[in-house]
């Protein structure tokens, strides 16, 4: 299954996987957040990590190999596949009638 995860929607992919949440976002960001050395760690997000080494992990990672997660080491690695996979989903994680809504509440809070 191609494109099972990156390039997807977040229903489709909980559907697949009989979750709320997508496993291998929960998977990623328990890793990123049970180590303290990388919640500590100053661009935490910001930073990039090597670009080869996170797309040759997103093949993986399509090929159903989640365990290849538990290999990484860097913490910017993890956090460029959270950054991919969010970039690359089919629909924005807040659809735009939510967001029309939110900045239409914020105009008519600014108003009065």
Do not use: C
Request: glycine share 6%; aromatic share 6%; no cysteine.
């Amino acid at each position: 299954q191609t494109n099972r995860l990156f390039g997807s929607t977040i229903p489709s992919i909980s559907q697949v996987d009989g979750t709320d949440v997508p496993v291998f976002l929960t998977r990623i960001i328990r890793q990123i957040s049970s180590s303290p050395a990388h919640m500590a760690t100053p661009g935490l997000y910001r930073q990039n990590g090597n670009l080869a080494t996170i797309q040759s992990l997103r093949l993986d990672i399509e090929a159903g190999q989640l365990d290849r997660l538990d290999t990484v080491t860097s913490v910017h690695i993890l956090t460029g596949l959270v950054k991919l996979f969010f970039r690359e989903l089919k629909e924005p994680l807040i659809p735009w009638t939510i967001l029309e809504d939110l900045v239409q509440v914020l105009y008519q809070a600014q108003a009065e």
